[in-house]
């Protein structure tokens, strides 16, 4: 996958200050953007809390940028996350994408009370955070709902 893919490793358990979050903020500084798993994995079945990565990127740019939060469903279904990691046809995807996070007030908050890098970080992936997982629960309720209204009866 790699650079063909737009894909840039950060490394689990290397901290926020690492080559590919750099890499991250030098893009959102040159307007182009970032999408990111911030919980730090992928197909994951239980809730996670996000990594302070996310807060670095949003505390870091020159530009505050657009934080859309999308919800993808049914990946699992697609490629389940347990042996043999067969890829699944004809399964439904979707992807839920939610308002734009207002982080406006949070950096000007961190700002006022004259926080230090990780307090802001943690704020920032703490308001991101409780965004994303009402995002999740939209989601989960829409897809119910639209599996419901699109099963076909035989």
Known sequence: MGSNGRCVPVLRGLGVYQQGVDFCIDKLNEGQWVSIFPEGKINIEQTRRLKWGVGRLI????????????WVLGMNDVLPNKRPYIPQI???????VGDPIQLKE????AKDEALDPMA???????CIESEFWK???QAISQHKQWL???RTVT
């Open 59 to 70: 505390a870091e740019c020159n530009t505050l940028p657009d934080v859309i939060p999308i």
């Open 90 to 96: 004809r399964q439904t995807v979707a992807a839920y």
């Open 106 to 109: 949070v950096l000007t908050r």
């Open 120 to 126: 802001t970080r943690k704020l920032i992936t703490d």
């Open 135 to 137: 995002v999740k629960e």
């Open 148 to 150: 419901q209204c699109n």
